[in-house]
Structure formats: structure tokens, C-alpha cells
């Protein structure tokens, strides 16, 4: 049986689910870790006594018994480390989102393409119980031809020094609508404020606009005193509420929808609405970031492409980069690239 060495960077606030969920996959072991502060190592050895505890990334990336290399650091810092782990000839997966820019992602793809390596972001929502059921909601019509797609993802949150709240919160529901939707998005609008006068938003709102008449918005906040996770996803036959809140029931499907006609002169719309029974599909319970390690080690293992693929970290930056422009530019419509 395959068994393949991973070494993880990052032991900050991610990093021990990451090594928590490693260690206990199948066909892998976690090797070492590398943090720059030696307070984490500490906490990870008082865990992990059988991991080697290192310091930086680079000996990580340069050990010869690593196969594979978890990125969990900050995002500027991701390029840089997986750029140099795939030269190195290991596999990659890096953090969402996966790379600051696209020109960086797309350099990340084309290397580890030509080195015939795995690599892959961690879109870790992609793998809940919930948004699986919402793909088979979508993809067998039970909701019908999606409409829109709403999310909120606010509360009082950490005040990121580096990036703003839509880098930090919305890769989650960008995740997610790139994989629930799969029409490519045409353009991007994007508005924000800075209330802390760095100018990096504290509560941003973005609008991805496609060629048919679906539409997506996002609302992310550091700054709301209640906590919302919530997203409502409308199909012409049924509509989708989905609270990440909720311990186990996150799914509900209301069967209502409406008709509508136009009479007469073209300005006149009649509406009928219809409203049925409200249900709660059962979902899977199981933690997520268990998913996405056996996922990166089988698709390692038998060289298929992960769920979470690069091309949909790629497109999860692409959205990012078009909402940064559109936010300078007071709203502008970015085309995305
Ligand atoms: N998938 C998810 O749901 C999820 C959730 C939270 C964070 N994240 C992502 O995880 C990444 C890390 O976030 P975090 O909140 O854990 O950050 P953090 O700042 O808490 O931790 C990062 C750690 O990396 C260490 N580090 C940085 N550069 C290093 C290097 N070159 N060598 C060795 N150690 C180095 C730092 O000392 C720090 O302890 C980010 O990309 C973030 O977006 C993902």
C-alpha cells in the first residue's frame, strides 16, 4: 500500500486541523512541521510527539523523505512556498485562497502540470455534507434553473492585517458557488469601506454578474454584532436556505416559487405566487477537512484531479481580483478575466 510523507508550514490557527486531520488519514503520515515560533512547535510536539517540529518552511520543502506539502501560512506568503515545494518535485495544497494574484496561480498550474504533480486549494466547504446536497439539489433539478445566489458571512471578526474581508471570508461562498453553478461568471461589482483608515475593508458587498439572467451577491463584515452564515439559493421551482449555524439541520428546501406573465402592453407583469411544504434533506455530519486530506492523498496516489482542484482556486482568485479593482474603482463593472 502507498504511504505518502506530508510535511504542513503553518501551526498558526489552521494549521493543527490540518495536522489533526492528516495524521489520521489513510495512506499518509505527517512527518514535520515547520512553524517560526517555537511556542507552536511546542504545543504541536505536546500533540504530536512522533512529528518532527522545524522551523522554517525551506526544510520542510527541502527534506527528501517529503512527498507532499501542506501550505498553511498567511497568502502572501503561499506563492513563494509552493512555487519552490512543486520545483522540489513535491505535491502541493495550499490554503484558500490559493495564490494573491491570478498571474501567480496560473504559474503554480502550468509548473506543477509539467512536473506531473498534484495540486490543490483548500476549499474545505466544498467537502460538508451540505454543499454536496446542495450540488445534487442543483444538478437533479429539484430546485430547478437556479436563479440567484445570496450569502451573508458577518459577524464581529479578526481584522486581518493583510488582506480585506472579502479575501479572508468570501473564498468560502466563492467556493461554493463555483461549484454549485458551473456557467462562468462574466463581470464583477464590487463596493467596500475602510473604517479603520488603512484602507483594507472591514465590510465589503460584491455582485458577480453572468451572461444568463442568474445572479450572485456576497455580504462579508468583521464589524456585525450577530453572527450570520446563511446563504438562499432560488431555483424557478424551489428555493434553498442554507445556515451554516445550525448544528445539523443547515438544509431547508421551500417548495415556493412564482409564474409570472406579461399582458397587454409590455409593461405589465402579472404575478402568481405558490408556496408548498418546507423539508429538511438529511445530510453527512463528517468533518470536512477529513475529506479534503483523503481526497489530496488519493488523488496523489492515483493521479486524478481533486474535487478542490487548482482550476477552482484559480477561479475563486480570478472573482477576488475583479472585486479588489471594482472596490478602487467605487463599484465599477471588471470584467473577469
Ligand atoms: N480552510 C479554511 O476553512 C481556513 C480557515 C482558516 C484559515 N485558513 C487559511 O489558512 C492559512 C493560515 O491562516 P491562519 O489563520 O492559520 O494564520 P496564522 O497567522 O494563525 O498562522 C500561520 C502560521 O504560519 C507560520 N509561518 C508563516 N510563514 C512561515 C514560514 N515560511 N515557515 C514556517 N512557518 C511560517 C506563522 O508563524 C504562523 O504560526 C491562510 O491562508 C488562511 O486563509 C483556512
Known amino acids: 500500500m502507498a504511504n505518502i510523507n506530508i510535511g504542513v508550514i503553518g501551526y498558526g490557527y489552521w494549521g493543527p486541523n490540518i495536522v489533526r486531520n492528516f495524521f489520521s488519514a489513510a495512506d499518509c503520515t505527517v512527518k514535520a512541521v515547520a512553524d517560526g515560533r517555537p511556542e507552536r512547535l511546542a504545543a504541536m510536539n505536546k500533540i504530536f510527539p512522533s512529528i518532527k517540529g522545524v522551523k522554517t518552511g525551506d526544510e520542510i520543502i527541502n527534506?527528501?523523505?517529503?512527498?507532499?506539502?501542506?501550505?498553511?501560512?498567511?497568502?502572501?506568503?503561499?506563492?513563494?512556498?509552493?512555487?519552490?515545494?512543486?520545483?522540489n518535485g513535491k505535491h502541493v495544497l495550499i490554503e484558500k485562497p490559493m495564490t494573491s494574484t491570478v498571474a501567480e496561480a496560473e504559474e503554480l498550474i502550468e509548473?506543477?502540470?509539467?512536473?506531473?504533480?498534484t495540486l490543490m486549494a483548500d476549499h474545505t466547504f466544498l467537502y460538508t455534507g451540505a454543499v454536496r446536497k446542495m450540488k445534487e439539489l442543483i444538478d437533479t433539478d429539484i430546485i430547478g434553473t437556479p436563479r440567484y445566489f445570496d450569502s451573508a458571512r458577518i459577524n464581529l471578526g479578526l481584522f486581518q492585517p493583510d488582506i480585506n474581508v472579502l479575501w479572508d471570508l468570501a473564498p468560502h461562498d466563492i467556493s461554493i458557488l463555483t461549484y454549485l453553478i458551473t456557467?462562468?461568471?462574466?463581470?464583477?461589482?464590487?463596493?467596500?469601506?475602510?473604517?479603520?483608515?488603512?484602507?483594507?475593508?472591514?465590510?465589503?458587498?460584491?455582485?458577480v454578474n453572468y451572461n444568463s439572467d442568474f445572479i450572485a451577491h456576497f455580504n462579508c463584515s468583521w464589524t456585525s454584532p450577530?453572527?450570520?452564515?446563511?446563504?438562499?439559493?432560488?431555483?424557478?421551482?424551489?428555493?434553498?436556505?442554507?445556515?451554516?449555524?445550525e448544528p445539523s439541520e443547515k438544509i431547508r428546501v421551500y417548495d415556493t416559487s412564482y409564474n409570472h406573465t406579461t399582458v397587454l402592453d409590455?409593461?405589465?407583469?402579472?404575478?402568481?405566487?405558490?408556496?408548498?411544504?418546507?423539508?429538511?434533506p438529511k445530510i453527512q455530519l463528517s468533518e470536512a477537512l477529513s475529506g479534503v486530506a483523503n481526497d489530496f492523498i488519493q488523488s496523489i496516489i492515483n493521479k486524478t484531479k481533486p474535487l478542490a482542484c487548482a482550476?477552482?482556486?484559480?477561479?475563486?482568485?480570478?472573482?477576488l481580483e475583479a472585486s479588489q479593482e471594482s472596490i478602487k474603482n467605487k463599484g465599477k463593472e471588471v470584467k473577469i478575466k
Not at 438562499?232 to 451554516?244: A, E, P, Q, R
Not at 409590455?266 to 429538511?280: C, E, F, P, Q, S
Not at 482550476?311 to 472573482?319: N, P, R, S
Open 311 to 319: 482550476e477552482l482556486g484559480m477561479q475563486v482568485v480570478k472573482i
Open 63 to 87: 527534506d527528501t523523505e517529503i512527498d507532499a506539502v501542506v501550505v498553511a501560512t498567511p497568502v502572501f506568503t503561499h506563492f513563494a512556498l509552493a512555487k519552490k515545494a512543486l520545483e
Open 183 to 207: 456557467e462562468t461568471p462574466l463581470s464583477i461589482n464590487a463596493t467596500g469601506i475602510s473604517h479603520t483608515h488603512n484602507n483594507i475593508e472591514n465590510i465589503a458587498y460584491m455582485t
Open 266 to 280: 409590455r409593461n405589465t407583469i402579472m404575478v402568481d405566487y405558490r408556496t408548498g411544504d418546507v423539508y429538511i
Open 226 to 245: 450577530v453572527k450570520v452564515r446563511q446563504t438562499l439559493i432560488g431555483g424557478d421551482k424551489k428555493m434553498i436556505v442554507y445556515n451554516d449555524l
Open 111 to 117: 509548473l506543477a502540470t509539467k512536473k506531473g504533480l
